[in-house]
C-alpha cells in the first residue's frame, strides 16, 4: 500500500513540473501500528479431589469432651460443602476421585450393603473409585458374608452397587483366572473423561493383600495381578486412546506423615507401600498424578513429577492436587502442579488449633470452638445430603439404642500392636462358646474401643464391624506354632489369644513369633491335636495364614454357622453375670530389642 501512495505522488509532482507550477506538500507520513502480539493462552487448570478409605462414614463422626462440649468431624454432607466450594472456584475443571474401600464399618453402610455410601457418592458426582478389598466383604446379595448355595453370586453385592452407580468402578489389575478383565466391570480398568477440553484417563489399582484382606472365598474366581505391569499397560492404552493427561485412583499406598514439605520424601516409609513400587516402575511422564488408599496414612508428595496423595480415610479430610495442562501441547507442566494434603472436613475448629480433631481437642485447654470457613467462605452441611442420609441414620440410631443386656466393667481400648485387654476379652469369649482348648483373634479384626458401661448393639458393632463367624481347626502343636508363625509375621499387629502363651520379637516382620506355651509356660503335647477357635476370616486364608490352613483336610473344620463375634461376645458376657471385666495382661511376651521398628498398619 505504501509503495503504491509514494509512486501516485512521484507522478502528481511529475505532472506538476510540467505546468510549471510548484510542486505539491508532501504528505505526513503515519507511523504503522504495530502488528499486535497474542498473549499466550492461560494453562487449563484441572483440579483432582482426592477421598480414599470411606469405609461407610457417611455420618460425622461424633465425640463429647471432657468439659461437655460436642464436637464433629467428616461426614458427607459437611464434605459436600467443601467439594462445591471447589467447584465454584474451578467451574468445569473439578475430578471427584476415590482410592477404594467405601463401604464396610458402619451400620450405616453395612445394613444396605453399601447402597447409601452409594446413593451419596452418586449426589456429590464422583467421577471414579478404585475397587479396594472392602468392596468384596459383602459376598451376595442378602444377610451372609460369603455363598452357601450355588444359586448364589459371591460378587452380587458388589454387583448390584455397580449397577446402581453412576460413575465407574475401576481395576486394571483385577482379572478372572485365565488373565481377561472381568465383564462384570463393564471396563477393562480405565476410563476416558473430558474436562475443560483436556482428555484425561483414568486407571485404577487394587491392593495385592486383598485375598488376605477380604473374606477369601468372596474372590476365589478372581486373581490380583502385578500393580505396576498392570498400571504400565493400562497408562499404554489410555495414551493410545489419546489420554492427554492419565491419573492413577490406586487402592495402594504408602505412609508420609510429614506434610511440611511436598518434594521431601525422605520420612517416607517403605513398609507395607505398594504405590512406590507402582512408581518406580512406571516411565516418567507416564501417570501424572496419584489418588492412593489402603494404607490409611497421609501422603502429599512428590515422586519425581508425580504428586500423591492419600489420607487417614474415614471422611475425615481430602486432599487436592492441582494440574496445569499447557493449552497447546497438551501436557501438564509439572513445575505449576500443587498439592493440598490432607485438608480436614470440619463444621467448626477450635480457634487456636484450627481442628475438630476429638483426639486432639481431648488434651487442650480452653477449648473455643468457632465457625471453620475454606476457600474463604463457611463451610456448612448440605442439606440435599443431610435429606438422603436421614433415614439411613434414623435406622442407625435405632439399632445403635438397642440393649444387649451386657455392662461393661472399664473401659478397654482398641490396640494394634501390642497385647490389649479387648483382644484377650474377645479371644476368651471365642474359647468359652466355642468350647475350643485355644483361640485367636486377628488384631485387625477389632476396630473400636469398648466403653465402659451399659453395652449397645451399636457400640458392639462399631467394635466387631465384620460379620466374621467362629470356626474351629484341629491343629497339631507343629501346625499350632506353623500358624502363629504366619499370623504374628505377616505385619497385621499383636493377635490375642485364649489358652496359649506367645513370645514374639520385638518388632514386625517374618521372624516375630519365637514359641508358644500353655499357660504358665508348659509345653505343647507332643501328640494329639488342639481344638483352636478362630474367627472364618482366618480359617479362609485372611491376614496371610492361608499357607497353613489351606492345606488342612475338610474333616478337621468346624465352621459353628450363625455364630457372628458379636453373638460370640454378648453371649459370652451374659453367661459371666451380664458383665465384661477386663482380663489380665501377660500372655503376649516381647523380646527386648535393638533397633526401632516401623510401624505396622491396621
Not at 495 to 503: D, K
Request: hydrophobic share 40%.
Amino acid at each position: 500500500m505504501r509503495t503504491f501512495r509514494l509512486t501516485a505522488l512521484a507522478l502528481t509532482a511529475l505532472a506538476s513540473a510540467c505546468r510549471g507550477g510548484p510542486p505539491p506538500a508532501p504528505d505526513a507520513v503515519t507511523p504503522a501500528a504495530p502488528t499486535a502480539v497474542a498473549k499466550p493462552a492461560e494453562p487449563l487448570r484441572l483440579t483432582l479431589v482426592g477421598t480414599n478409605d470411606f469405609h461407610g462414614w457417611v455420618m460425622p463422626h461424633r465425640a463429647t469432651l471432657p468439659d461437655g462440649q460436642k464436637v464433629e468431624q467428616g461426614g458427607a454432607a459437611l464434605f459436600a460443602s467443601y467439594v462445591a466450594r471447589l467447584r465454584a472456584d474451578n467451574p468445569g475443571g473439578v475430578l471427584l476421585l476415590d482410592g477404594g474401600d467405601l463401604f464396610q464399618g458402619t451400620l450405616a453402610s453395612n445394613l444396605g450393603e453399601g447402597a447409601i455410601v452409594v446413593d451419596v457418592y452418586n449426589l456429590l458426582g464422583y467421577t471414579a473409585v478404585a475397587i479396594g478389598n472392602h468392596e468384596f466383604d459383602y459376598g451376595p446379595v442378602g444377610p451372609g458374608p460369603q455363598a452357601t448355595r450355588p444359586d448364589e453370586d459371591p460378587l452380587g453385592a458388589l454387583k448390584a452397587r455397580m449397577a446402581q452407580a453412576k460413575f465407574p468402578f475401576l481395576s486394571a489389575n483385577v482379572r478372572e483366572k485365565d488373565g481377561r478383565h472381568p465383564a462384570w466391570l463393564g471396563n477393562d480398568g480405565t476410563t476416558v473423561v473430558t474436562v475443560k477440553g483436556v482428555k484425561v484417563g483414568l486407571l485404577g489399582l487394587s491392593t495385592l493383600q486383598t485375598p488376605q484382606t477380604t473374606n477369601p472365598a468372596n474372590v476365589a474366581s478372581l486373581r490380583f495381578e502385578s500393580l505396576a505391569q498392570s498400571a504400565l499397560e493400562a497408562t499404554r492404552t489410555l495414551r493410545a486412546q489419546g489420554a492427554e493427561v492419565v491419573v492413577a485412583i490406586a487402592h495402594a499406598g504408602g505412609k508420609c506423615p510429614d506434610l511440611s514439605d511436598p518434594r521431601d520424601t525422605s520420612g517416607c516409609s517403605r513398609e507395607d507401600g505398594e504405590i512406590y513400587a507402582v512408581l518406580d516402575a512406571l516411565p516418567p511422564g507416564s501417570v501424572d498424578a496419584v489418588v492412593a488408599g489402603h494404607t490409611h496414612q497421609p501422603m502429599g508428595h512428590f515422586f519425581g513429577d508425580v504428586p500423591v496423595i492419600e489420607t487417614t480415610g474415614l471422611a475425615r479430610s481430602f486432599g487436592v492436587v492441582e494440574l496445569f495442562v499447557d493449552p497447546v501441547k497438551r501436557r501438564v507442566l509439572p513445575e505449576r502442579t500443587r498439592i493440598q494434603a490432607a485438608i480436614p472436613v470440619c463444621g467448626a475448629v477450635d480457634a487456636t488449633l484450627n481442628t475438630c480433631d476429638p483426639l486432639r481437642l481431648r488434651d487442650a485447654k480452653d477449648v473455643r470452638m468457632v465457625p471453620a470457613t475454606f476457600l474463604g467462605a463457611p463451610v456448612t452441611p448440605d442439606p440435599r445430603v443431610e435429606a438422603l442420609v436421614a433415614p439411613a441414620e434414623a435406622r442407625v440410631e435405632e439399632e445403635q439404642r438397642r440393649p444387649v443386656g451386657v455392662a461393661i466393667q472399664a473401659r478397654m481400648p482398641q490396640v494394634y500392636e501390642a497385647e490389649s485387654a479387648l483382644g484377650n476379652l474377645i479371644a476368651d469369649a471365642m474359647r468359652k462358646v466355642a468350647r475350643s482348648d485355644a483361640a485367636v483373634m486377628n488384631a485387625g479384626g477389632i476396630r473400636a474401643d469398648l466403653p465402659q458401661g451399659p453395652l449397645t448393639f451399636g457400640k458392639l458393632y462399631e467394635v466387631l464391624p465384620f460379620d466374621n463367624t467362629l470356626a474351629v481347626l484341629e491343629l497339631t502343636a507343629d501346625e499350632l506354632r506353623r500358624f502363629l508363625t504366619l499370623a504374628y509375621g505377616g505385619r497385621k499387629g499383636v493377635f490375642a489369644v485364649s489358652g496359649l502363651e506367645v513370645t514374639l520379637g520385638a518388632c514386625p516382620g517374618p521372624e516375630r513369633f519365637r514359641g508358644v506355651t500353655l499357660p504358665g509356660g508348659a509345653p505343647l503335647k507332643a501328640k494329639g491335636t488342639y481344638r483352636v477357635a478362630v474367627p472364618d476370616f482366618l480359617l479362609r486364608g485372611g491376614d496371610g495364614v492361608g499357607a497353613l490352613t489351606s492345606t488342612l483336610p475338610p474333616e478337621r473344620i468346624n465352621l459353628l454357622q450363625g455364630q457372628d463375634l458379636r453373638d460370640v461376645l454378648t453371649v459370652y458376657g451374659r453367661a459371666q453375670g451380664n458383665t465384661l471385666k477386663p482380663p489380665a495382661l501377660g500372655r503376649v511376651h516381647t523380646v527386648p530389642g535393638t533397633a526401632p521398628c516401623t510401624d505396622a498398619k491396621p
